[in-house]
């Protein structure tokens, strides 16, 4: 074997360990799947997830080429509608399909993000969460409380209405749903038949 051919096998080597190790590094550190192009939600929705996924997807995506889907695979207990509105603009606006699997937990606001996705699986064993929209208000003014009340009644109907767009019942089965005084759990099978949950594995 020449010096020459033998130097380029040893780069192709190289080349191959330093991209294991990158790829490595975006996984146990970002949650971030380059070789199967999945980004991984894991607790709380923030602002740090809405980062986590837009830097996610701008790596996943910023090849032309690479129409493949990306899918964000969700394990959480919800956190801020905001950032999880922010999440779905973000999937809404990609330059490829995204897709949407969740595992273990999928509860509040997550269910929100869920329901972005074009096929949407879910783990036999994931429980999703349903309940009126909630907030510590702390020391507010009584005058303060007709516009809260306002603005989040308007959020659950955006809410429920999200929710009809992505699944096979209206806004009102949704409505109804989380009008409950108690927090609602579903177990994900259950929710095949509501056309939310594409497919239980």
């Known amino acids: 074997m020449s010096l020459v051919k033998t130097r380029v096998i ?28 999945r980004i991984f939600i ?17 790596l996943l995506t910023s090849n032309g080429e690479a129409k493949e889907p990306v899918t964000i695979v969700i394990n959480s207990p919800g956190g801020s509608i905001y950032d999880a509105w922010a999440i779905v603009a973000l999937l809404k606006s990609a330059s490829v ?19 972005a996705g074009k096929k949407r699986r879910a783990s036999q064993f994931t429980y999703f969460l349903f309940h009126q929209t909630s907030v510590e208000l702390g020391n507010i003014k009584q005058a303060d409380t007709k516009v809260i009340y306002q603005h989040f ?6 809410y429920c209405s999200f929710l009809a767009e992505n699944s096979n019942k209206p806004a009102k089965f949704w409505r109804e749903l989380i009008k409950k005084p108690i927090d609602i759990y579903v177990q994900a099978p259950k929710l095949v038949k509501t056309g939310l949950v594409h497919e239980i594995f």
Do not use: P, Y
């Not at 399909?97 to 329901?115: H, P, Q, R």
């Not at 009644?153 to 955006?158: K, V």
């Open 42 to 58: 894991n607790g709380e929705i923030n602002s740090d997830t809405v980062n986590l996924v837009n830097q996610g997807l701008t």
């Open 153 to 158: 009644s308007e959020e659950e109907q955006t």
């Open 10 to 37: 040893q780069m192709a080597n190289e080349s191959s360990l330093a991209l294991f190790e990158i790829q490595t590094k975006l996984l146990i550190d970002h949650g971030i799947d380059f070789v199967n192009r």
């Open 97 to 115: 399909d995204i897709n949407t699997e969740t595992i273990g937990s999928c509860m509040s606001s997550a269910t929100t993000v869920f329901a």
